[in-house]
């Protein structure tokens, strides 16, 4: 059979996957250990490859911890029953991404990501691997912030009630569009989108969630509409909590983000990042409070 492409993010040298095979009908999947990246393959007739017929977490590793583990592999196990693919083996998960770990130099922040494909067109077993990475200098991003422009998503807010095949939160391979969505960004001069609906309704970014500050109520999406549930909005709106702030998850229209004391994009890797510009327009960054939620809620400094 002809070799696949080794997945090419980053400096392979640096980079080590631990692969699983998962086959449908046991419980037990079988492993391998972790390789290079430049030696791990994957078929060329998989799903994942051929469809993006798969989905994918991506986990913060700071000094050897994993950011929300447990979360991230209740949202792969969710996305995998939306996708109906046979659950997947969260231990087997978490076991590679230790083993893929400990295989990887120790950086003080490094990406881990789960992935979880339809398998090999035909064959009906699933395959899943790791991936483990440097990650981007968020520095920049998590102090001064980065400007963002809203984006319109193509659909209404309520499009994971009325068209539930469409997979709107699950956290499927077929990023081809988010991706394109960032490009475009690029060409507005701008670092990162916000996507809102056709009817008004701010959704969330390419990679991250939206969050809105007024006064001491924070307010973020709902998961109703059709975006992903964010691990780390749900770690930082616990800080909030903790400081006895209002959190909420609402219907926020794009006058509500102009109008807001602070909006942030959150995401797994660059964690929380202030946004600086909205369509061109300056926004208020508080850096002492953003930089003490970061802290407080993910033992970071930017
Ligand atoms: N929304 C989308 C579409 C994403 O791809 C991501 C993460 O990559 C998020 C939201 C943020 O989720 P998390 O904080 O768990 O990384």
Same mark, same amino acid.
């Given at each position: 059979?002809?070799?696949?492409?080794?997945?090419? %993010?980053?400096?392979?040298?640096?980079?080590?996957?631990?692969?699983?095979?998962?086959?449908? %009908?046991?419980?037990?999947?079988?492993?391998?250990?972790?390789?290079?990246?430049?030696?791990?393959? &994957?078929?060329?007739?998989?799903?994942?490859?051929? +469809?993006?017929?798969? &989905?994918?977490?991506?986990?913060?590793? &700071?000094?050897?911890?994993?950011?929300?583990?447990?979360?991230?592999?209740?949202?792969?196990?969710?996305?995998?029953?939306?996708?109906?693919?046979?659950?997947?083996?969260?231990?087997?998960?978490? $076991?590679?991404?230790?083993?893929?770990?400990?295989?990887?130099?120790?950086?003080? $922040?490094?990406?881990?990501?789960?992935?979880?494909?339809?398998?090999? $067109?035909?064959?009906?077993?699933?395959?899943?691997?790791?991936?483990?990475?440097?990650?981007?200098?968020?520095?920049?991003?998590?102090?001064?912030?980065?400007?963002?422009?809203?984006?319109?998503?193509?659909?209404?807010?309520?499009?994971?009630?009325?068209?539930?095949?469409?997979?709107?939160?699950?956290?499927?391979?077929?990023?081809?569009?988010?991706?394109?969505?960032?490009?475009?960004?690029?060409?507005?001069?701008?670092?990162?989108? &916000?996507?809102?609906?056709?009817?008004?309704?701010?959704?969330?970014?390419?990679?991250?969630?939206?969050?809105?500050?007024?006064?001491?109520?924070?307010?973020?999406?709902?998961?109703?509409?059709?975006?992903?549930?964010?691990?780390?909005?749900?770690?930082?709106?616990?800080?909030?909590?903790?400081?006895?702030?209002?959190?909420?998850?609402?219907?926020?229209?794009?006058?509500?983000?102009?109008?807001?004391?602070?909006?942030?994009?959150?995401?797994?890797? +660059?964690?929380?990042?202030?946004?600086?510009?909205?369509?061109?327009?300056?926004?208020?960054?508080? +850096?002492?409070?953003?930089?003490?939620?970061?802290?407080?809620?993910?033992?970071?400094?930017?």
């Amino acid at each position: 059979a002809p070799h696949s492409t080794p997945p090419t %993010q980053g400096d392979p040298a640096t980079q080590s996957p631990a692969a699983t095979q998962t086959p449908a %009908q046991t419980t037990t999947p079988t492993q391998r250990g972790a390789v290079p990246l430049a030696e791990a393959r &994957i078929g060329v007739a998989d799903l994942a490859v051929t +469809r993006g017929d798969g &989905i994918f977490e991506s986990i913060g590793v &700071i000094d050897g911890r994993f950011i929300e583990l447990d979360r991230h592999l209740r949202r792969l196990e969710h996305s995998a029953a939306l996708l109906d693919l046979p659950r997947p083996d969260s231990a087997a998960f978490a $076991e590679a991404a230790r083993r893929g770990l400990d295989a990887h130099s120790a950086e003080p $922040e490094l990406l881990v990501k789960l992935f979880y494909s339809r398998g090999i $067109e035909g064959a009906g077993i699933p395959s899943g691997w790791v991936e483990v990475l440097t990650g981007d200098d968020h520095r920049a991003a998590r102090s001064t912030g980065i400007r963002v422009v809203t984006l319109d998503r193509g659909y209404r807010h309520d499009i994971a009630q009325t068209s539930p095949w469409l997979l709107q939160g699950a956290k499927t391979l077929s990023y081809a569009l988010n991706k394109a969505a960032l490009r475009e960004a690029a060409r507005r001069d701008a670092d990162d989108v &916000i996507f809102v609906s056709t009817d008004d309704v701010v959704l969330e970014g390419p990679t991250s969630n939206v969050l809105v500050r007024h006064g001491d109520l924070f307010r973020t999406p709902r998961t109703d509409l059709g975006i992903l549930a964010g691990t780390t909005q749900a770690a930082v709106f616990e800080t909030l909590m903790a400081r006895g702030f209002e959190t909420i998850e609402a219907a926020l229209s794009v006058a509500d983000l102009a109008s807001a004391d602070a909006v942030w994009l959150l995401s797994s890797g +660059r964690l929380l990042a202030p946004v600086r510009e909205l369509d061109g327009q300056a926004m208020p960054v508080d +850096r002492e409070f953003s930089e003490s939620l970061l802290t407080e809620t993910f033992g970071v400094h930017p």
